[in-house]
């Protein structure tokens, strides 16, 4: 069975660093497209960026190029989702999906709130 | 503002059928058979309900189901049911953007 493990919800200041997880099982990680979606509070889905695990190949929304960083390590088949400065405007819940045309399988999502 | 539009709110009683329309171009949308529907049930994952313009995932009820003409998809869901209840995105293949493109979402009141 196809699954999406995302780390758990977290709580931060602005300016702090943070980095969330999404652990993938039951399929070749390395070999799919693996993505994080955006949506804030009251508000629709996002494309963020996404990865390739099996040569890191990564590619960003314009919007988030150079805010976040997308990355994977597929020795334990785990793609990450990483702010060095976050802001109250970050606050958000995130989800990790597998593939880009077609998200066929999504993570249960990962609240992030920035507040001082 | 999303790249691709859709109503903000649909409704329906039990048992009847709704349609949720999708406006792109000739960019995304119109060009290209790549257009998905997402259902989502505020607090859990989404869920794939049509994938390329008309195809069901296993497991997603008939009563879904999709289509396409010109810049505009649709999504109908037929015998309404409390549990369709929900958001839904549809999403594109785009010429645009090495990532898809996602609507605003739509949200189904079932009455």
């Known amino acids: 069975e196809v699954q999406l493990v995302q780390s758990g919800a977290e709580v931060k200041k602005p300016g702090e660093s943070l980095k969330i997880s999404c652990k993938g099982s039951g399929y070749n990680f390395s070999n799919n497209w693996i993505g994080w979606l955006r949506q804030m509070p009251g508000k629709g889905l996002e494309w963020m960026g996404t990865i390739y695990p099996g040569d890191s190949d990564t590619r960003y929304s314009p919007s988030f190029q150079g805010h976040v960083t997308i990355s994977a390590d597929k020795s334990i088949s785990t793609a990450y989702l990483q702010w060095r400065s976050l802001k109250a405007s970050d606050t958000a819940m995130y989800y990790c999906?597998?593939?880009?045309?077609?998200?066929?399988?999504w993570g249960q999502g990962t609240l992030v709130t920035v507040s001082s | 503002q999303s790249a691709l539009t859709q109503p903000a709110s649909v409704s329906g009683s039990p048992g009847q059928s709704i349609t949720i329309s999708c406006t792109g171009t000739s960019s995304d949308v119109g060009g290209y058979d790549f257009v998905s529907w997402y259902q989502h049930h505020p607090g859990n994952a989404p869920k794939l309900m049509i994938y390329e313009v008309t195809n069901r995932p296993s497991g997603v009820s008939n009563r879904f189901s999709g289509s396409k003409s010109g810049n505009t998809a649709s999504l109908t869901i037929s015998g309404l049911q409390a549990e369709d209840e929900a958001d839904y995105y549809c999403?594109?293949?785009?010429?645009?953007?090495?990532?898809?493109?996602f609507g605003g979402g739509t949200k189904l009141t079932v009455l």
């Open positions: 999906a597998r593939g880009v045309t077609v998200i066929d399988y």
């Open positions: 999403s594109s293949y785009t010429t645009n953007s090495a990532l898809g493109v």
